[in-house]
């Protein structure tokens, strides 16, 4: 399987640390090899035909640029003129999601595949972009989009194909969780930023996090995924986390979350602030890591949690979409 990989930031260095360290195995998995042929990051975009060694990429990239591996550069127009099967997308999102909706869009008229971790683009563009896929009968896989590492698409759609979900409850936005809890220690806004930006944990653009946007793109990619709905970010309630007083009763309680629900035959979603009581399974994440309880008619609720979740589960989760594929 030949790949392009665009974007090198925290989730594409994750990406070359893993593969490089597995490749043999996941060969051995599904009997194909993961090869990258198209590597670009902000400044370049290299090729190579029979492949990049994903340790010399890495190695590079640490050092500051990718042009040192000494693999040809080409034009970034010129990237679907190179063969391979699946772009996979670990770029920094976009307020407007048109950059990825574009590129996926091109993708498929071009016999591609797609794997992304980007969520803006799927939530802007949800039937635009699945519509798309089906007619050019490509495929889309997206599991790292909404919790990082944790399984929740495939689990769902997977594990759960007998029961009828009626509503989905997560903490989806690791950053926003951990910054509300940094304060409600007592903490400053920016001092929790920056041990945010430490953990690896924040959009390029912090306000997509702090601002509850990233929360609302994965809220709206839920309900359209697993309720086959087809909202947009506007049609829905959000909040995020800056301004937050640290003197509000409960603070240490709340938390940011998604949640989609089947109410009157409709599709209600929202990425709000709301007081978990300590029995909660959510609040035991103490705004670290990702998880989400589903629950559905006549059984009882299930609960999925990854208490330290980062760019090294998320490059994991996009790695397990293509073998998929």
Same mark, same amino acid.
């Given at each position: 399987?030949?790949?392009?990989?665009?974007?090198?930031?925290?989730?594409?260095? !994750?990406?070359?640390?893993?593969?490089?360290?597995? +490749?043999?195995?996941?060969?051995?998995?599904?009997?194909?090899?993961?090869?990258?042929?198209?590597?670009?990051?902000?400044?370049?975009?290299?090729?190579?035909?029979?492949?990049?060694?994903?340790?010399?990429?890495?190695?590079?990239?640490?050092?500051?640029?990718?042009?040192?591996?000494?693999? %040809?550069?080409?034009?970034?127009?010129?990237?679907?003129?190179?063969?391979?099967?699946?772009?996979?997308?670990?770029?920094?999102?976009?307020?407007?999601?048109?950059?990825?909706?574009?590129?996926?869009?091109?993708?498929?008229?071009?016999?591609?595949?797609?794997?992304?971790?980007?969520?803006?683009?799927?939530?802007?563009?949800?039937?635009?972009?699945?519509?798309?896929?089906?007619?050019?009968?490509?495929?889309?896989?997206?599991?790292?989009?909404?919790?990082?590492?944790?399984?929740?698409?495939?689990?769902?759609? /997977?594990?759960?194909?007998?029961? @009828?979900?009626?509503?989905?409850?997560?903490?989806?936005? !690791?950053?926003?969780?951990?910054?509300?809890?940094?304060?409600?220690?007592?903490?400053?806004?920016?001092?929790?930023?920056?041990?945010?930006?430490?953990?690896?944990?924040?959009?390029?653009?912090?306000?997509?996090?702090?601002?509850?946007?990233? +929360?609302?793109?994965?809220?709206?990619?839920?309900?359209?995924?697993?309720?086959?709905?087809?909202?947009?970010?506007?049609?829905?309630?959000?909040?995020?986390?800056?301004?937050?007083? %640290?003197?509000?009763?409960?603070?240490?309680?709340?938390?940011?979350?998604?949640?989609?629900?089947?109410?009157?035959?409709?599709?209600?979603?929202?990425?709000?602030?709301?007081?978990?009581?300590? !029995?909660? %399974?959510?609040?035991?994440?103490?705004?670290?890591?990702?998880?989400?309880? @589903?629950?559905?008619?006549?059984?009882?609720?299930?609960?999925?949690? /990854?208490?330290?979740?980062? %760019?090294?589960?998320?490059?994991?989760?996009?790695?397990?979409?293509?073998?998929?594929?």
């Amino acid at each position: 399987m030949k790949i392009a990989l665009l974007g090198l930031g925290q989730v594409g260095r !994750s990406f070359l640390r893993i593969l490089a360290e597995n +490749s043999d195995y996941y060969e051995q998995r599904v009997r194909r090899k993961i090869e990258i042929v198209v590597a670009a990051d902000f400044h370049h975009v290299l090729h190579a035909e029979y492949g990049m060694d994903p340790q010399r990429l890495l190695y590079y990239k640490e050092k500051g640029d990718i042009w040192g591996t000494g693999y %040809p550069e080409i034009d970034r127009e010129s990237l679907f003129d190179k063969e391979f099967d699946v772009l996979v997308d670990l770029m920094p999102a976009t307020s407007d999601g048109i950059r990825a909706r574009d590129l996926y869009l091109t993708s498929f008229g071009k016999s591609r595949d797609v794997v992304t971790a980007c969520k803006s683009g799927l939530a802007n563009f949800w039937p635009e972009i699945m519509s798309a896929a089906s007619s050019s009968n490509r495929r889309i896989r997206y599991e790292a989009t909404v919790a990082g590492g944790v399984p929740f698409f495939s689990f769902i759609q /997977e594990c759960l194909r007998s029961s @009828v979900v009626t509503r989905i409850v997560g903490q989806v936005n !690791s950053a926003a969780n951990f910054v509300l809890l940094s304060i409600a220690k007592g903490e400053t806004f920016d001092h929790a930023i920056e041990e945010a930006g430490k953990l690896g944990i924040l959009e390029a653009n912090y306000h997509f996090d702090t601002l509850g946007n990233d +929360s609302a793109w994965k809220t709206v990619i839920t309900a359209n995924s697993i309720f086959g709905s087809a909202l947009k970010p506007h049609n829905i309630r959000f909040e995020g986390v800056e301004g937050l007083d %640290p003197e509000v009763p409960g603070l240490k309680y709340t938390r940011l979350l998604a949640e989609i629900a089947v109410q009157d035959g409709k599709i209600v979603a929202s990425s709000t602030l709301r007081k978990l009581k300590q !029995s909660d %399974p959510l609040a035991s994440l103490k705004g670290k890591g990702l998880g989400y309880t @589903v629950y559905m008619n006549g059984r009882a609720p299930l609960t999925v949690l /990854e208490f330290n979740d980062g %760019p090294t589960e998320t490059a994991t989760a996009v790695i397990n979409d293509l073998l998929l594929l």
